[in-house]
């Protein structure tokens, strides 16, 4: 290790859950509605209204507790966290205190930093909770009134909270990406975070190896991390500025509690949080609106059967069963559920994992990339693909023509195989005919057969380009062998 | 002209279906009475009588187009000012919520206007139904009809008043630690407190969630009766609303209570604070049931003392917050008070809910976010919700041997206004035999039961069992008609 | 516990609440009056006693996911001390 301290992290994730409709009311729950047209009495907090529970946030957090291995609760309750902000209409939130639906757990995600490994995080707890609204505040010169839209208000929240078992910020970037896509394999959220869908609190701090002793410096947490880039970015400048805090105050943890930091993107530091005047107390305390919730087994089942294949099994399965390679297995598995899907169908269509992997990862995600198509929006078919890569296993085409094919079917979405050969006039070359195209290409190029004699076999290389140019059907490795069986026998 | 004030809602609702009297004569009489008396006890904090009329009118028009409406339809009543009405000021008795004009109505508010029933008017009550004296509204004190020095109890003071008086047949009022039972008894009406959940709180501006619970008053128990019939029931926009079927509560009410079993609750009858007045007439209530050949036994509710202590950390606890809305943001009254320069948000909340708030109320926050605040929840919070629980397991031991227990409803008759209100103790303590109910979620109702010397009513209690409102209202129903009382109206003018 | 002034400001802080001197004063002493009237509680014995939140057991009730009709914005905004008719208005978080 290059510096002389240990980062510890742990983060808080916020995943907006994908209902329809709030976590205690009916309004909707969509991003970017008109200000304050998604809101009824219960979202605004009026005097009288009551909240009512929706039922499929329930399933959508047994869902993802199953899936992080936690514990479910088998009765769980709702706590109200009270403070004051103009965002917050009834003065406090509904969120889970000491019951949270779900519990221990943990997810392990491939090292960033050893391929084919895997590394562990541990969560504490996954809770439900609603979410706040949104202000907005004059920045620029901070006089004018604050404007608040409670559209957001009541959108529900699963809080997934880590044990402090990440030890760099590259680490906790790889256990973010795999977080989010476990979370669009279960299609639980969106994880949209320019919508704000996933958010994401970091509590760091340092381990320090000093005199024999380890000391820890004072945790701090940074808020406001607007993408994984800039969890990683804030995550390095705060290692590197508590480290140097410590090397002028000596500070450590317990001296001061616990800070909040906001991170500015745009400069690439923390920056302190105005401090509240009194420490935050909560006072959560049993919501009396909302009596506990009893978790069946019948649930339990019924969740567990919904949450299929995770992007782990998804690897474990293409290694083992197809013999991928744990980079390979690890492309496809991180591009997300469709093209798994895909890849699957190919597959039984009779590809060969390793020809197809490498199409998927070449030619199909290339061509995704420049048309910014999903896979779903991919115009080649799984089975056309497969027919493809099997014309080609079988030698009825080479890898370059079966390219032309690829481009054929990308123009013609409605082609089949057979028509792109017929088209391209892709046709098996006679054996007589191939023979007599490499004795007039050697004839022309006594170099190459000097230099093939003196026992530099690369030389024929450079007769493939001029043999396509004669006849584009032709397969370049047995236009190799023949030439050479040539050069042996008759130059 | 008929004095209608003297008639019962039911008796009134059967001569509007049978239109002998048509709704808008019956709700201009009363009107014409608020008129003429609200001003001397206010009872009522707002009157809308264009739109009562306009409401009787129709329901007289559907009663004549031959429609069969519920039996007390175009029977006028009150609401306590704290249940949301769509489009009429609804403000709780406080400053903070004046101009506040709800854009829904409560659950209980909707069914009582889909039976044909129609509200005149908002009754006062103390703010955010935390008092018992009517005393602590931002609005106006509420007076005792049998006694204008005295109060008519509270919260629910505007709705016992308002009954008492003759200016509303019915009134719906909210009891959390007696704030229907306690103003009833010392105005001389009948009120009752469900059990929890039986009635919708939506809508229900909530006090204490766990404690809330929506109640009618009115002169005679089948009047009692026919508008639970109307309120109860679930309501799946409250979660803590029960989900059973609702019994006919006026089929059995006189059915024979012979043979019945009837406690009378020692630890309340014999409360050192127990005026000699309201011990004689829970004694002559008992009498009245022994010769209807109930069975009277000596029940124990040995944890009574400590149902004040307990009640007052739980409700102000979940008061604190349930109050922590009105900060001046979304809806009621701002402070115009200049904000502070380095913290304008901070002060205009501040400042919103210190001017917008009365003492009372300021008081019961403060403790309830005291005992839920770091260091104190596990001793005063916590604590409480045990000793809750073995209130609760009282009551149920005492059920196991009788079918409904027998007691008084408030230590005295009405007291002097202003007699207690700067000694919050001594006023807690007047709801010691009526906070049990709301704690265990028990259903109780209390009966006019007499006079004192000084011509103050005099009150009992019946509580039951989870959901027995039918043998409750069929106890309450006998002594009422065995003479227990007759129905009165103050006369104040 | 004995309730000093110094306890109840900082009550007061976490309510929103602000108290002058004077009442302050009453305050901390009627307070003080209350929780040493509550305090009776710690006489009983509840040992092993769970706590009971709610009057009665039952569970929760749940809603079906479906979307039901918002208040027109007008009506959202009509109760608010200020607005702009799009928003919520409220002071600004900071001063000068
Ligand atoms: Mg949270
Ligand atoms: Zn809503």
């Not at chain 1, 103009?86 to 003065?91: E, N, Q, T, V, Y």
């Not at chain 1, 290692?239 to 745009?266: I, L």
């Not at chain 2, 059990?195 to 089948?222: C, K, W």
């Not at chain 3, 004063?25 to 009971?52: C, P």
Request: aromatic content about 6%; overall charge negative; glycine content about 8%.
């Amino acid at each position: 290790m290059s510096v002389p301290y240990q980062v510890v992290i742990g983060l808080e994730v916020h995943v907006q859950l994908s209902t329809q409709s709030k976590l205690f009311c009916g309004c909707p729950t969509v991003f970017g509605a008109e200000s304050n047209t998604q809101v009824c009495p219960v979202c605004l907090g009026l005097p009288g209204a009551l909240p009512v529970m929706n039922q499929r946030a329930i399933e959508l957090a047994i869902q993802t507790g199953l899936a992080l291995n936690c514990e479910i609760a088998s009765v769980t309750k709702w706590d109200r966290k009270n403070y004051f902000y103009p965002d917050l209409p009834k003065g406090y939130q509904i969120s889970q205190f000491d019951q949270p639906i779900c519990g221990e757990g943990h997810l392990d995600f491939p090292d960033p930093e050893n391929e084919g490994e895997s590394l562990r995080v541990r969560l504490i707890r996954a809770h439900l909770e609603e979410d706040a609204g949104k202000s907005m505040h004059d920045e620029a010169a901070g006089k004018a009134d604050s404007r608040i839209d409670l559209n957001r208000t009541g959108t529900p929240l699963l809080e997934i909270v880590s044990y402090p078992d990440l030890r760099s910020a590259v680490a906790a970037k790889a256990y973010l990406t795999e977080l989010r896509l476990l979370l669009t394999y279960l299609g639980v959220s969106d994880c949209n975070m320019q919508e704000g869908s996933l958010r994401v609190d970091a509590n760091v701090n340092l381990h320090i190896e000093h005199n024999g002793k380890t000391i820890a410096t004072p945790i701090v947490e940074i808020k406001n991390l607007n993408s994984f880039r800039a969890v990683e970015r804030a995550l390095e400048y705060e290692s590197k500025r508590q480290f140097s805090q410590w090397q002028q105050t000596g500070a450590v943890m317990g001296d001061s509690p616990k800070q909040t930091r906001g991170w500015d993107d745009a400069a690439g530091v923390t920056l302190p949080q105005r401090e509240k005047e009194e420490s935050a107390d909560y006072r959560y305390f049993p919501d009396p609106d909302l009596i506990p919730l009893q978790i069946t087994d019948a649930q339990l089942q019924r969740a567990q059967s919904a949450v299929g294949e995770t992007p782990l099994m998804v690897r474990r399965r293409l290694q083992r069963d197809h013999e991928l390679k744990a980079y390979d297995a690890d492309v496809i598995a991180s591009q997300g559920r469709a093209m798994v899907s895909y890849f699957d169908e190919a597959l039984t269509k009779g590809a060969s994992a390793k020809r197809l992997s490498s199409w998927m990862q070449q030619d199909v995600m290339r061509t995704l990339n420049e048309n910014n198509w999903t896979i779903t929006e991919f115009p080649i078919a799984a089975n056309k693909l497969a027919s493809l890569l099997v014309a080609i296993d079988d030698g009825q085409l080479d890898n370059s023509r079966g390219k032309n094919v690829f481009q054929y079917f990308l123009d013609r979405p409605a082609s089949d195989l057979e028509e792109a050969i017929k088209s391209l006039g892709i046709a098996s070359v006679d054996q007589a005919e191939l023979e007599q195209l490499c004795r007039e290409l050697l004839a022309e190029n006594p170099k190459i057969v000097a230099q093939v004699k003196e026992g530099n076999v690369k030389g024929l290389g450079a007769l493939i380009g001029p043999a396509k140019k004669r006849n584009p059907n032709i397969d370049p490795n047995l236009v190799r062998t023949i030439c050479q069986q040539l050069i042996d026998t008759e130059f | 002209m008929t004095r209608l004030e003297l008639q019962s809602a039911t008796e009134l609702g059967r001569k509007i279906a049978a239109r002998e009297i048509s709704s808008r004569e019956t709700t201009q009489y009363f009107l014409d009475r608020v008129e003429a008396l609200n001003s001397r006890i206010f009872a009522l904090n707002l009157v809308d009588g264009q739109r009562a009329l306009e409401l009787s009118d129709n329901i007289d028009k559907r009663l004549q187009a031959g429609e069969s409406l519920s039996p007390l339809a175009g029977v006028p009543m009150a609401i306590k000012d704290v249940l949301c009405t769509r489009g009429i000021a609804t403000t709780c008795g406080s400053r903070i919520l004046n101009g506040f004009v709800p854009p829904y109505d409560a659950t209980a508010v909707e069914k009582l206007l889909s039976a044909g029933l129609v509200p005149i008017g908002k009754s006062n009550m103390d703010e955010f139904a935390m008092g018992g004296s009517t005393e602590n509204s931002a609005y106006g004190v509420t007076r005792n009809p049998w006694n204008l020095a005295c109060t008519p109890g509270g919260s629910s003071g505007g709705a016992a008043a308002a009954v008492a008086a003759g200016l509303a047949p019915i009134s719906i009022g909210t009891d959390t630690g007696g704030s229907v039972r306690q103003p009833a008894a010392l105005c001389g009406v009948c009120g009752m407190k469900p059990t929890y959940g039986r009635i919708s709180r939506y809508g229900l501006v909530a006090f204490a969630s766990s404690l809330d619970q929506i109640g009618p008053l009115a002169h005679r128990v089948e009047d009692i009766a026919s508008t639970l019939q109307i309120l109860a029931g679930y309501d799946q926009r409250d979660s803590t609303s029960l989900n059973e079927p609702v019994p006919e509560y006026c089929k059995q009410l006189d059915a024979p209570i012979k043979g019945l079993r009837v406690g009378v609750i020692r630890e309340h009858l014999e409360h050192e604070s127990l005026d000699p007045e309201v011990r004689a007439a829970v004694e002559r209530a008992q009498l009245l049931l022994e010769d209807m050949g109930v069975t009277m036994v000596d029940v124990h509710l040995p944890h009574t003392k400590y149902s004040v202590p307990a009640y007052y950390l739980i409700a102000p606890c979940e008061a604190s917050s349930n109050l922590a809305r009105y900060e001046g943001t979304h809806y009621g009254f701002r402070s115009s008070a200049a904000p502070q320069a380095d913290s304008p948000l901070e002060s205009m909340m501040v400042n919103s809910r210190s001017e917008g708030f009365g003492n009372e109320v300021k008081r019961r926050i403060m403790l309830g976010t005291f005992a839920l605040s770091a260091g104190y929840y596990d001793a005063y919070y916590k604590k409480a919700l045990r000793v809750r629980r073995l209130i609760a397991q009282d009551y149920r031991s005492a059920f196991d041997k009788v079918d409904v227990v027998l007691g008084p409803t408030t230590p005295t008759p009405a007291f002097k206004l202003g007699e207690k209100l700067d000694d919050p103790v001594q006023m807690y303590l007047c709801d010691l035999f009526t906070v049990g109910a709301n704690l265990a979620g028990l259903p109780g109702i209390s009966l006019p039961a007499g006079q004192d010397e000084t011509g103050l009513p005099l009150a009992v209690q019946l509580q039951a069992p989870a959901l027995d409102e039918v043998q409750l209202l069929n106890v309450a129903y006998q002594l009422q008609t065995a003479g227990l009382f007759q129905q009165q109206v103050a006369e104040l003018s | 516990m004995h309730l000093t002034t110094r306890d109840v400001k900082k009550v007061a802080s976490l309510a929103k609440l602000a108290f002058s001197e004077s009442e302050l004063a009453h305050l901390t002493q009627q307070l003080g009056d209350i929780v040493h009237f509550v305090e009776q509680l710690a006489e009983v014995d509840t040992d092993g006693i769970l706590e009971m939140t709610h009057p009665l057991d039952i569970h929760s009730a749940l809603r079906a996911d479906q979307v039901n009709a918002c208040l027109p914005r007008k009506d959202a905004l009509a109760n608010s001390p200020n607005s702009d008719g799009e928003f919520f208005l409220v002071p600004p978080v900071l001063g000068k």
